[in-house]
């Protein structure tokens, strides 16, 4: 099986590692900070473990079987002899930038860049390499594990031979794929991101608070979850990292970031990642909210602007 280099091992990064030693590949999952290695391989083991659960039907296995097939290092030249990578590191240009020119000397020429970002533009992306006919934008969605579908882009110098490779890695992992072109938040985000961002605005403006905000979503347009409950899924940090890429490539104010989103990732409160966002959740990476059972409080709302119900 191929060797798979995952660079960044926060949310997204532990997800792809596990999708893919899940299904038998040698992993090199790389990150600057150790801390976050060790709370990846945690939680890979544990969403291994919780398998059966979380996805009914899915083949169980032992969870020291799937962390044993992934290195964990903060040492990047590791990724050396990988067969495919993939980076999942923030949305920020300038270090990304630097990084892909790193990783550029560091693989062998025809090994693909699957570029997992939530905005950047994927041609952008291959200028900082002397590989772009190899650099492909690989959206996966969190959690990656459990997603079925990945949304590809083909960057202007994307090959035939690129896009094709990468669509049977991703067949040979159970995982179905749709091919757009490149353009600044591709088609996903520069649709979610706006809904989102609205969201947000209608909760600063006071007009409903958040839980209403994502009952109308999930009670009368049947979403899974509502735009608050996805932003804090995403990441607050991420969202308004992607809208601040959306403004700058398009000029339009209309991407302009709700003022309510800056001053929670400010704060702090990223969301699900750190236990609370727009709305408070039991531990970091928890599942869903609190119930508004479970949030009782004499308090009539909390920094992110979230009404309680009684």
């Known amino acids: 099986m191929e060797r798979i280099g995952v660079v960044g091992a926060g949310t997204m990064g532990r ?4 999708l893919f030693a899940e299904q038998g590949h040698h992993i090199v999952l790389v990150d600057v900070v150790d801390e976050v290695l060790d709370s990846a391989r945690t939680e890979i083991g ?6 059966r659960m979380l996805r009914p039907g899915t083949p169980t296995r032992a969870p020291e079987e799937v962390v044993g097939r992934i290195t964990f290092t903060t040492d990047l030249k590791e990724v050396r002899g990988v067969d495919f990578l993939f ?5 920020n240009w300038d270090l990304k930038r630097s990084l892909y020119g790193e990783l550029d000397s560091l693989c062998a020429p025809d090994v693909p860049f699957g570029v997992n970002t939530s905005a950047i533009p994927i041609t952008r992306v291959a200028s900082a390499t002397g590989r772009p006919d190899r650099v492909i934008g690989t959206h996966f969605m969190n959690p990656a594990p459990t997603k079925p579908t990945v949304e590809l882009i083909r960057g202007h110098h994307t090959s035939d031979e690129t896009l094709a490779r990468t669509q049977d890695l991703l067949d040979r992992v159970g995982k179905r794929h749709i091919v757009v072109a490149d353009s600044p938040g591709f088609v996903t985000n520069r649709v979610l991101m706006l809904t989102v961002n609205e969201a947000i605005f209608l909760l600063h403006e006071g007009v409903a608070g958040a839980a209403e905000i994502d009952r109308l979503f999930t009670e009368c347009f049947g979403h899974a979850m509502g735009p608050l409950a996805t932003a804090d899924l995403i990441g607050l940090d991420t969202v308004l990292f992607s809208l601040d890429v959306l403004v700058d490539s398009f000029d ?14 400010d704060a702090g409160l990223l969301g699900r990642k750190t236990g609370r966002g727009f709305h408070r959740y039991d531990t970091p990476r928890a599942m869903s909210p609190k119930s508004s059972e479970s949030r009782k409080s004499s308090e009539s709302s909390d920094e992110s602007g979230e009404r309680r119900h009684d």
């Open 46 to 51: 544990r969403d291994v473990r919780f398998t």
């Open 252 to 265: 339009d104010p209309k991407y302009r970031p709700s003022p309510l989103l800056r001053k929670l990732v």
């Open 87 to 91: 980076e999942n590191t923030t949305e």
């Open 15 to 18: 997800g792809v590692a596990q």
